[in-house]
């Protein structure tokens, strides 16, 4: 290997390894190992799971999924039947959808091609941890605006920021962590001024009160990014989609990912979800009533204050230090999504609504530490 080579090699890796990257944290089984206990007595609120999916059900549907498929065979076509039995469920056309690896893959495949070196991407504060990491892997700007107060949109912080360099604006909505859906009127304002390509992620659009989807026609500029992992409880096949105008929906279809970006099994499955649309719809009824009761449940505890939420999640405060609530959380067995600081709130988690019985330890859980 000569000198120069070695030194570009070098520097090279020096510059990748600065490149931040997604870590999940700790997992159940390392928390049970270090409790000492099987990883199925710890109670998992940290990821946004739909754990009302019935298991047994979903896996009925995978079994005859399993006797069907031929996976020798590459899925050339369950990409178009998949897109036509989600042109049925969100009542747009399947020429406005995409199908990517997740939502998350989606984001990268937009950010690679709408964001290029020096450019900027614009977004808030705090919000989904993807698109940043993304858009700094381009090498490009990602400038967020802090939320208000009442954790809605900052409109006019948002739009004294639109510059000739900026090609992207990303709003989560409902927006991970907060659980917050932002007012129709000021997504609509700003995905109307704004002059690049908006990103609307509405991965827990089931959950909320209203969808952009059937607007579509009316954003050419908006990208709509929803999945299968939160309402439809599929989250360890990983399947995403996109609905945008035709164009737009055909440049991430052809122009972005490699040749079957998305396998047949987890095509297939989606489909046959569809096909059980009810499973998703029951299941979200189940996730709504358990989140009020949750809420309210939270609320009576000195010292906790759980927010409003249009999600599977909750955005929780507690006065006591995050730090302290979680270690005491986590020698219990339960898991939750430590954040910290949030605007003015100093204590922050995100709570996955989880069934009633794992919701109920966590109150008293919560109840014993504020005592203490």
Same mark, same amino acid.
């Given at each position: 290997?000569?000198?120069?080579?070695?030194?570009? @090699?070098?520097? $090279?890796?020096?510059?990748?390894?600065?490149?931040?990257?997604? %870590?999940?944290?700790?997992?159940?089984? &390392?928390?049970?190992?270090?409790?000492?206990? &099987? %990883?199925?007595?710890?109670?998992?609120?940290?990821?946004?799971?739909?754990?009302?999916?019935?298991?047994?059900?979903?896996?009925?549907?995978?079994?005859? @999924?399993?006797?069907?498929?031929? @996976?020798?065979?590459?899925?050339?076509?369950?990409?178009?039947?998949?897109?036509?039995?989600?042109?049925?469920?969100?009542? &747009?056309? $399947?020429?406005?959808? &995409?199908?990517?690896?997740?939502?998350?893959? @989606?984001?990268?495949?937009?950010?690679?091609?709408?964001?290029?070196?020096g450019e900027t991407a614009l977004s808030f504060s705090p919000t989904f941890a993807i698109p940043p990491l993304c858009v700094k892997r381009q090498e490009g700007e990602y400038i967020t605006v802090p939320l208000l107060s009442n954790l809605q949109l900052d409109v006019k912080g948002l739009l004294s920021k639109f510059s000739d360099k900026t090609r992207l604006l990303y709003i989560c909505s409902p927006n991970n962590p907060t659980s917050t859906q932002y007012k129709m009127e000021d997504v609509e304002t700003l995905a109307k001024a704004f002059p690049g390509i908006v990103i609307l992620d509405e991965a827990y659009g089931e959950f909320a009160d209203y969808s952009f989807v059937p607007r579509i026609a009316e954003f050419p500029n908006m990208i709509i990014l929803r999945t299968f992992s939160k309402a439809f409880g599929m989250a360890a096949l990983r399947l995403g989609y996109a609905v945008a105008n035709p164009e737009l929906a055909k440049i991430l279809t052809e122009k972005a990912p490699l040749p079957f970006p998305v396998s047949a099994f987890t095509l297939r499955m989606g489909s046959k979800m569809l096909d059980n649309v009810s499973l998703m719809m029951d299941s979200v009824k189940q996730v709504k009533e358990e989140r009020r009761k949750m809420i309210k449940a939270l609320n009576e505890i000195d010292g906790v204050q759980a927010f409003d939420s249009q999600a599977n999640f909750l955005l929780v405060n507690t006065e006591k230090s995050a730090d302290e609530v979680n270690e005491k959380l986590l020698k219990r067995g339960i898991m939750l999504k430590k954040w910290g600081k949030i605007l003015q709130y100093n204590n922050c988690f995100r709570v996955t609504v989880g069934l009633p019985e794992m919701n109920a330890k966590l109150i008293e859980a919560l109840k014993q530490i504020q005592e203490e």
């Open positions: 290997m000569s000198t120069s080579y070695r030194k570009w @090699l070098n520097d $090279k890796l020096v510059k990748l390894q600065s490149i931040a990257c997604y %870590t999940a944290g700790a997992s159940p089984e &390392a928390i049970a190992k270090q409790m000492g206990v &099987a %990883t199925k007595q710890v109670i998992k609120l940290n990821f946004n799971e739909n754990l009302f999916i019935p298991r047994v059900k979903q896996a009925k549907l995978m079994k005859e @999924l399993a006797d069907e498929i031929d @996976l020798r065979l590459y899925p050339e076509d369950e990409d178009q039947k998949l897109r036509e039995k989600l042109s049925t469920y969100i009542g &747009a056309t $399947k020429d406005n959808i &995409a199908i990517g690896n997740g939502s998350d893959e @989606l984001i990268d495949r937009i950010v690679r091609l709408f964001v290029e070196k």
